[in-house]
């Protein structure tokens, strides 16, 4: 991740860090109780929560962990702060929150697991990150990412990035294509090295009650840096424009979000962990 990339990255998520855990967004919890309940955890693991954002995927493990622990590390103080104060208000004691890059984890060998959601497609080298977070887990340990599958928010993100292409804006590589299927995941996961690879793929959409939800739905999440990238006199236009058509796409039920998310886990071969 190139450094102007990166604060580019590091920016927007500081921005959308009050409305990151709005209810529009619900999928982002949803899917973290699905993963840890699809971990099958002991209760007793050392879990590492990579770019764990506000913490849905830190607190919905640590409830699972009674004599276990989570370490939590993102590189947005904004959304570490958020997640702080949510642990804090549910009482749990068993987590720690850490300021670093994903890419520069400082542990080798120490977790029983490790899990990154939603995240490890804002590497530029993505097989080179997910190494680097394989290498924090024991021998016979986990990983497991969620990533969104092909259609995921279909067709309001491709109205969306098409509009701000028409503007000038560009929107960055769109290397998470190449772990939008049950294959490339698999495919991703054993060349890392990674055994008993395995995914699955569930839909946690649901129908958004008008375009204005949808506008929440940008504007408190990663595409926000898009919209931002426009000029601010061609901002309020822009969203008017977008959202005429967002609302041409209603049905009976509202206006459909599907929200295609999988859920990819290996385990970790050879080598000793560290004492």
Request: one cysteine or more; proline letters at 5%.
């Amino acid at each position: 991740m190139g450094e102007t990339y990166k604060t580019i990255i590091k920016d927007t998520f500081d921005a959308v860090a009050s409305g990151y855990d709005s209810a529009v967004l619900r999928f982002f919890a949803d899917s973290a109780a699905h993963m840890s309940e699809r971990l099958g955890l002991r209760g007793d693991e050392q879990v590492l929560d990579v770019a764990c954002g506000t913490g849905h995927a830190t607190l919905a493990l640590a409830r699972r962990l009674r004599r276990g622990h989570v370490t939590a590390v993102d590189f947005s103080p904004a959304m570490l702060a958020r997640a702080r104060d949510k642990a804090k208000a549910l009482g749990l004691r068993n987590v720690d929150f850490v300021e670093a890059d994903m890419q520069a984890l400082p542990w080798r060998r120490r977790f029983d697991v490790a899990v990154c959601t939603f995240g490890i497609f804002f590497v530029a080298d993505m097989d080179a990150e997910l190494a680097h977070i394989a290498g924090t887990v024991k021998p016979n340990g986990r990983v497991m990412i969620t990533s969104f599958a092909a259609g995921y928010m279909e067709p309001m993100r491709s109205l969306l990035i098409e509009r701000v292409r028409r503007l000038g804006v560009e929107p960055p590589a769109q290397t998470w294509l190449r772990i939008a299927d049950l294959d490339g995941c698999r495919s991703f996961f054993t060349a890392a090295g990674l055994a008993d690879v395995a995914a699955e793929s569930r839909d946690l959409g649901y129908p958004l009650s008008g375009p204005e939800q949808w506008w929440d739905v940008v504007w408190n999440a990663g595409f926000r840096r898009l919209v931002s990238a426009l000029p601010p006199p061609e901002r309020a236009a822009f969203k008017a424009a977008h959202l005429a058509e967002v609302e041409s796409l209603r049905g009976g039920e509202g206006i459909p979000m599907p929200v295609p998310v999988i859920f990819t886990t290996g385990r970790v071969v050879g080598g000793r962990p560290n004492a």
